[in-house]
């Protein structure tokens, strides 16, 4: 079964709880909380006040995503803030383990995640340390951005590694993916799909993640 994390980037922040309120009774299991720098990606968003007032509202399991430089530095703020998981980015640090380390110490999981033109072979190292490996399908930054395909390739050698490696890691893809395309994703074995705009824009979310939820599972449980 795969799980869904809407991201809240693209929500109407005048009406952030009420959004968030909806995903749960839509039944997203994930919330997708994306964190930018400016520096580490051309874009601002917000940091952990603003998903710390919203962890009252929802037990639903908080995916942070951190598109920052440096990561390190902000880990406790952003596991005081209430995160579940905390991905970093291997292009953004040269200490990437002792930072997957030091999540893990405090009892949070920890993910790695690769832009869309970075090998994917580059993850082996972090297999250990890890809990999630997130696949970049849009540069990150933004959020309504098309699908890159060559995500599935990326898609189709973390989860060799992970098969081989024998840990119980979770393959999560996050960029430009809708009830549409989200089969080209889980049919090689990821199976926590992040999506956006494809929630937040939809006339009606419950059926949007329905339908992601359908589509995706359909070809997750083929491939098994
Ligand atoms: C992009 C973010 C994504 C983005 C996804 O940098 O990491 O989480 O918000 O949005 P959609 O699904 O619209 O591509
Ligand atoms: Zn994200």
Same mark, same amino acid.
């Given at each position: ?22 995903t /749960? ?7 997708? @909380? ?14 952990a ?6 962890? /009252? ?5 908080? =995916? ?11 880990? =406790? ?9 905390i ?28 832009? %869309?033109?970075?090998? %994917?072979?580059?993850? /082996? %190292?972090?297999? %250990?340390? @890890?809990?999630? @490996? ?11 951005? #098309? ?21 119980n @890691? ?7 993916? #809708?009830a ?45």
């Amino acid at each position: 079964m795969i799980k869904i994390a809407p991201s809240i980037l693209s929500a109407d922040f005048s009406r952030l709880g009420e959004h968030i309120l909806q995903t /749960k009774e839509a039944g997203a299991e994930y919330l997708h @909380i994306d964190v930018m720098d400016g520096v580490f990606v051309p874009n601002i968003s917000f940091g952990a006040p603003v998903y710390k007032c919203i962890r /009252k509202m929802t037990d639903q399991f908080f =995916d942070v995503h951190l598109m920052i430089i440096d990561p390190l530095r902000y880990i =406790d703020d952003f596991v005081k803030a209430g995160a579940d998981n905390i991905t970093i980015h291997h292009e953004a640090c040269d200490n990437q383990i002792q930072t997957l380390q030091y999540i893990r110490s405090k009892g949070v999981k920890a993910a790695i995640s690769i832009k %869309p033109k970075t090998d %994917p072979h580059v993850l /082996k %190292p972090y297999l %250990p340390f @890890i809990d999630m @490996i997130l696949i970049m399908s849009v540069e990150p930054g933004f959020g309504g951005q #098309s699908f890159i395909p060559s995500a599935i390739e990326s898609v189709r050698v973390a989860k060799q590694l992970v098969e081989e490696s024998g840990y119980n @890691i979770d393959i999560e893809v996050d960029g430009g993916l #809708s009830a549409k395309n989200v089969d080209l994703v889980t049919s090689v074995g990821a199976n926590v799909i992040v999506a956006g705009s494809a929630v937040f824009g939809a006339p009606d979310m419950k059926r949007a993640v329905a339908e992601i939820r359908e589509n995706g599972d359909k070809a997750y449980c083929a491939k098994l």
